[in-house]
């Protein structure tokens, strides 16, 4: 009893675009002028929860209340649904989403 054998060629897959988020830091955080630990409007606005606050991991920051050690970053980008929420509420206008 034999088998079956695929003899079709494999079709490519197909490249999926990736969703680009950039987030501004001269405007939000490092040299800005807002503090992203106050504002994170982005944050509590993003429903599948795209970007995470993080401190930065440099040696330069000493002081952990610096809000320049704070940062807002799209961690997880794949999860984006593309609704532009976090772009609308944003009032420094740091963000831009590109697919």
């Given at each position: 009893?034999g088998s079956?054998?695929?003899?079709?060629k494999l079709k490519?897959?197909?490249k999926e675009?990736r969703t680009?988020?950039?987030?501004?830091y001269s405007i939000?955080g490092?040299?800005?002028?807002?503090?992203p630990?106050?504002?994170a409007?982005?944050l509590?606005v993003?429903?599948?929860?795209v970007?995470?606050m993080?401190?930065?991991?440099d040696?330069i920051?000493?002081?952990p209340?610096?809000?320049?050690?704070w940062?807002?970053n799209?961690q997880?980008?794949?999860?984006c649904?593309?609704?532009?929420?976090?772009?609308?509420?944003c009032?420094?206008?740091a963000?831009?989403?590109?697919?």
């Open positions: 009893m079956k054998v695929q003899t079709k490519k897959p197909k675009k680009k988020i950039r987030i501004d939000c490092e040299d800005g002028k807002i503090d630990r106050d504002c409007k982005c509590k993003c429903d599948p929860a970007f995470m993080h401190s930065a991991l040696l920051y000493k002081d209340n610096d809000p320049q050690r940062r807002i799209p997880w980008g794949s999860l649904t593309h609704c532009l929420k976090c772009v609308d509420i009032p420094e206008n963000i831009s989403i590109t697919w």
